[in-house]
């Protein structure tokens, strides 16, 4: 697999489903995920974007994007798997994303040099 480095760093926030998507997170194009489900309105967007006051918000820091080169075809299985378990048995904990074309992981950021090595251990590219 071939795998970039998101150079931004990349937060990730709860809020109460009740809310609107806050109109900060829905400016600029940069890389930003928004889920809403009945129990939560998750954001992962870069840190610079935060608002000065997050109070209504819990939020999570310091965490760097490693996304998989892609497009990827439907078809293809496996993929999450041979970047997450990796990092499991090293004790990398990951966020995952999946988008229409490609799978992105989430890894704090103190703990990216060693995800990269793993990786590349298993294999994989960082172009």
């Not at 990349?10 to 930003?32: C, M, Q």
């Not at 970047?83 to 994303?97: Q, T, V």
């Not at 229409?100 to 703990?111: E, G, I, P, Q």
Request: a negative charge; hydrophobic letters at 45%; proline letters at 6%.
């Amino acid at each position: 697999m071939n795998l970039c480095i998101l150079p931004q760093k990349i937060a990730i926030i709860k809020l109460n489903p009740i809310h609107p998507i806050p109109k900060w997170v829905i400016e600029g194009r940069e890389f930003r995920s928004i889920t809403y489900t009945d129990e939560e309105l998750s954001i992962v967007c870069s840190q610079d974007l935060l608002p000065l006051t997050t109070e209504d918000m819990e939020v999570s820091l310091e965490w760097r994007g490693v996304k998989v080169m892609g497009p990827l075809d439907f078809s293809l299985t496996g993929i999450l798997a041979s970047l997450a378990k990796p990092l499991a048995e090293e004790n990398i904990s990951i966020f995952a994303i999946s988008t229409y074309n490609t799978d992105y992981l989430l890894v704090k950021n103190n703990k990216l040099e060693e995800a990269l090595e793993v990786l590349i251990k298993k294999g994989h590219n960082i172009i």
